[in-house]
């Protein structure tokens, strides 16, 4: 049985999709506007909060993209989101469609478990 004494992270799916806006933009206008509109007021309001990438409007329509984003605990987490909120990226930019938030493996911390997982061989 393992225990841990810090809070597991929250991480959280944000299902978004693009918007005319971001779309009518060159690459190297949409990395600038990430970086000097988005990242700042990321890191000006944040600390312990790390994100991941994913496209998927090769597959789905409803969602262009999956951002992963993890925080230290649900305090760093809240703190993001209105960092976002106050940038273009929330509603000019993107859509966000849905917010799945959830941590790792919580049912096996809640039970005193260890966690159940499978992998690649």
């Known amino acids: 049985m393992s225990t841990e004494e810090t809070a597991p992270p929250v991480t959280a799916f944000m299902l978004i999709k693009t918007q005319p806006e971001w779309l009518a933009?060159?690459?190297?206008e949409r990395v600038n506007a990430f970086a000097t509109e988005v990242v700042p007021a990321i890191k000006a309001r944040t600390k312990g909060v790390r994100s991941r990438f994913y496209d998927t409007e090769f597959y789905s329509t409803r969602v262009t993209d999956v951002w992963v984003w993890e925080a230290d605990d649900h305090?760093?987490?809240?703190?993001l989101i209105d960092a976002l909120r106050e940038t273009p990226f929330w509603d000019r930019y993107f859509e966000v469609v849905d917010l799945l938030v959830g941590t790792e493996n919580g049912y096996a911390r809640t039970y005193g478990m260890d966690a159940v997982a499978t992998v690649a061989t």
């Open 75 to 79: 305090h760093a987490y809240q703190l």
């Open 25 to 28: 933009m060159t690459p190297e």
